[in-house]
């Protein structure tokens, strides 16, 4: 089903329909509702408020690209996968946000295949990549990308492993990785996997330490021409430590989401927030919290609801802010934040320059600022980044210190 829904340019989803978020009153925080949804016009926004830019890049970077993954590493934005609506791609990019300059890592080892719809996932320094697929197939596999070496490694697993899908998502817990969801090109799935990883001493070199196998350690090559740098691998004297990889499904209790896929996910203190997505048939507004200490599942309830799949949420301390994806009916480019403390929507006045309605996209947080690459905007596969930036509300990434609401 939702290999279906993928492969269209423009899906056509069923649901509750779509819900426009029309202009507000200034106000410098807005719940929203029913009566505040309305279609009258509305007088400048306050400042300070948030303000998009398209950002002017050099270097080497995507081409057009929907369905791609997008980490923050150390200083660096680091893009894999995705596709052009015909091929598939395999490279990874680093980005400086510094700089605006893109460059295609070097890497080498065990690299995968040509994907979309992956998820990818930062632990330790490394990118986490398990599934995905191109055309009519999907995978299964997991590999790891170290960002300090540019090797990829394809590890043995043990366990339960996850069978092959695509449009799910992963996220780290208490330094092992998770899996929600996603389709196998048959049904939509709802399961969850925990993938635990144990570390072993690091080898310890004997005798002269000049005969000691060479290892990868982290350095820098200068790019002729830009002030800016490119993370590079070159050879070090120790041995770096071994990893144990094992899967697990794990049983929940209350009432899980329905399957789906082309959700988003976020971890919240211990708590997984999961929101949207679709069946193939349903688009969803629902949102869905997992407290990982018990595994009980709780669904909140906010108002109105809100349909939204192939979106972004990215958490800016408490809130969450959700860009653009699809409702069953059109294309957003709209920012929607749920406050976690109330578990309201909200919205805020944005000025500037604002993408494109659009999904399938990636989105993170970086320097206290939010960037947006690519996805589809029903049209076109497109290539453009976005930057948002929090302006007077930059302090918001500081908020850790608050309580999830949880309203049934």
Request: aromatic share 10%; net charge neutral.
């Amino acid at each position: 089903m939702l290999a279906r829904n993928e492969m269209n340019a423009s899906p056509s989803l069923g649901g509750t329909g779509p819900v426009s978020v029309a202009p507000l009153k200034p106000e410098p925080t807005l719940s929203l509702n029913t009566r505040q949804l309305s279609k009258k016009g509305s007088a400048p926004a306050p400042v300070p408020a948030m303000y998009w830019s398209r950002v002017k890049t050099y270097g080497t970077g995507p081409k057009k690209v929907r369905s791609h993954t997008m980490n923050v590493i150390g200083d660096y934005i680091y893009i894999f996968g995705g596709w052009d609506n015909r091929c598939c791609y395999s490279e990874v990019f680093v980005f400086d946000s510094d700089s605006m300059h893109w460059s295609v890592a070097k890497a080498a080892g065990d690299i995968p295949p040509p994907c979309r719809a992956h998820s990818s996932t930062v632990i330790d320094r490394k990118l986490y990549v398990f599934g995905g697929g191109d055309g009519p197939n999907y995978f299964s596999e997991l590999y790891i990308f170290d960002a300090d070496t540019l090797l990829w490694s394809k590890p043995k697993v043990s366990g339960e492993a996850p069978g092959p899908r695509r449009t799910h998502t992963s996220f780290a817990y208490d330094g092992a990785l998770y899996l929600f969801g996603g389709g196998d090109g048959t049904r939509p799935l709802n399961d969850i996997y925990k993938l635990t990883i144990t570390p072993h001493a690091p080898r310890v070199p004997t005798g002269n330490s000049s005969t000691a196998g060479p290892i990868r350690s982290h350095s820098y090559n200068s790019t002729i021409g830009h002030n800016q740098h490119t993370p590079a691998a070159t050879n070090g004297s120790l041995d770096a430590p071994t990893f144990t990889y094992h899967w697990s499904r794990l049983n929940t209790e209350g009432t899980p989401p329905r399957a789906r896929g082309y959700h988003t996910n976020n971890i919240i203190q211990d708590k997984l927030l999961v929101y949207g997505g679709s069946d193939g048939n349903t688009c969803f507004d629902d949102i869905h919290i997992l407290h990982l200490p018990t595994l009980t599942w709780t669904q909140v309830d906010c108002q109105p609801p809100i349909v939204r799949l192939a979106h972004t949420a990215t958490q800016v301390g408490s809130y969450l802010f959700v860009i653009g994806g699809h409702d069953g009916n059109q294309y957003s480019n709209e920012i929607l934040l749920l406050n976690l403390v109330t578990m309201n929507w909200e919205i805020r006045r944005v000025y500037g320059a604002h993408p494109t309605g659009r999904a399938y996209h990636a989105a993170v947080l970086h320097d206290s600022r939010l960037f947006l690459h690519g996805g589809f905007d029903g049209q076109s596969v497109v290539s453009d980044l976005y930057v948002l930036d929090l302006s007077g509300y930059a302090y918001l990434p500081q908020v850790t210190d608050f309580e999830l609401a949880l309203l049934r």
